[in-house]
């Protein structure tokens, strides 16, 4: 099933308007940055606006770098300040909200981007008020509503380094990483929505705080609440305040300082940790030349787009293609809070008609969850404003490519799959849409400037369409600095694994194993680690993944491997069939021969067990690691707080026991 062949380019009117047209181009662009790396990113960080220019361009302490070194800029500056003389009435934000309580039947605000200016500039003020300074870290733990994107650019104005917590952590991995951090400020809300309940993120925040452990949140000295549900959260005198007690009274003039290019703008902590949280540090200057420079050429961003990107911000994906990226960019950032299917299973489809969205970027996993509810949602609804299309988070399947291509995009809009990590801070590599041909299920090749390549564990160049490790070479300016208070765990990590063969300098290489085709397409095969060894040999789960969902009755499909006394590990599938296709044990022989046709015998499901839903967390990605529980038929232990739905860990166990 990866062995694909149809190649897709993007339509001539596309191409035209295209700040990069042709593969030619393209090619140029990698030479030029690989010649003369300074030179290609110093010409990309003087799209921003700097206070102080660097004297040094790139300073390296194997493996540690820095990047414009000297160099001072303020983020939200360039996010916000920068834009108001040409695009001051121009909506910087787009927020609709889930509960459906306005009188056109949704909730929704629009921040210009001389109010969103304005509203950040109150809350730089409310900060200092509170006695934050650069350099004191900020909790923030919100849903997906504005204050959320008003709070992040508030702690990068001032120099507050800013901890976005996702909303379905618990008061136990709140505390963890608020201690981790030292917070002296946590942002929190009375509440928040899903699927028409309310999470309770305030209370969980006063649980984090409420404990006896000697050691606590002990640098956390205030909690600001936004009160969003409006159900009254009984706040703790001396130590909550409300926003709206706070924020608004204060002016909406605020002078932005210069930031020094290497001070830490983030942290964000890996999901589902156990043990201690791994405290991933971005700055200022590298990070911002990354996310402005990837979401202009990755997405061809035009200054009349409408841009959405489904990711919370809990999540990396949230703080580069929600919050800075477009803003870098001058675009229209739509910001949802709710899930894609309330109140309907046409949510998404809906908005994309009613706010014209021009460009739509969201999870494979969404896509296939789009897929197995029915083509006749999207067709619905007007989705002719779009333009482009883009998939972030997994690898995607071809048949889920072909999918959003036909369904969502209607056949005219390019497909940008992008390959990037919490560690890289922006894309990596992706098709450029106006001069890359596009291979369904492949990322495509590096973006200018990214030198990404696939080795064997020797570090040497892994022959075309040959399993490899997926390495980068050479640091680019986005990259992470740091773990957070574990320098030592950064190098272990990440650097110490696979090194250059000849001078032995470390390679950066984060878990993700793939291959290189003949035309020099990466095709992501998933994490190394993502492997089940039958008697023997070893065989990617994504590929018998990609298989099971390439039958047209299959609409999602996860892989994991049981003990076997036998083999040493058995192949087990979850399946969801799409439409009014039903388990049977007909369909249970159809699927495994067909796994066998496409992959070959080694290949064959021990077991397929036919399911209504996947475990996901509420940002879509499967919980493969509760799947492996269930199979193996042991107790379900870990953190789970992320989880979407326990209805379904609930109906799968209720399964197993049963059988």
Sequence with gaps: MLHERRVFESPPAFVAGAEVRSLAEHQALCARAQKDPEGFWTAEARRLDWMKPWHTFFEKDSPLVRFFVGGELNLAANCLDRHLATRGDKPALVWIGEPTDSSDGKSRRVYTYRQLHAEVCRAANALAALGVMSGDRVAVYLPMIPE????LLACARIGATHSVIFGGFSAEAIRDRVRDAGCKLIVTADGGWRRGKVIPLWANVDRALDTTDSEGCITVEKVLVVEHIGHGAQLRPGRDLRWSDLVPRQSPVHRAPPIDSEHPLFILYTSGTTGKPKGVVHTTGGYAVGVSYTTRLVFDLRDNDIYWCTADVGWVTGHSYVVYGPLLNGATTVMYEGAPDTPDKDRFWRIIADEKVTIFYTAPTAIRTFMRWG????ARHDLTSLRLLGTVGEPINPEAWMWYRHHIGGDRCPVV??????ETGAIMVAPLPGAVPQKPGSCTLPLPGIDAVVVGRDGRPSPPNTGGFLVVRRPWPSIFRTIWGDRERYVKTYFSEIHDPDTHAPYYFA???ARMDEDG????????????????HRLGTMEIESAL???PHVAEAAVVGRPDELKGQAIVAFVTLRGSHHASAEMHRELVDHVVREIGALARPEEIRFTDALPKT???KIMRRLLREIAAGVEVKGDITTLEDFAV???LSATTEEE
Excluded: C, F, K
């Design 649 to 651: 860990l609930q109906r």
């Design 375 to 378: 083509d006749e949602l999207p």
């Design 618 to 620: 509420r940002s879509g």
């Design 521 to 536: 397409y990466l095709w992501v095969m998933g994490r190394v680690d993502d492997v089940i060894n039958v008697a023997g």
């Design 549 to 551: 969902v390439g039958h």
């Design 148 to 151: 959320l994107s008003i709070i």
């Design 417 to 422: 799959d992008t390959w990037w990590q919490t």
């Design 511 to 513: 878990g993700d194993g």
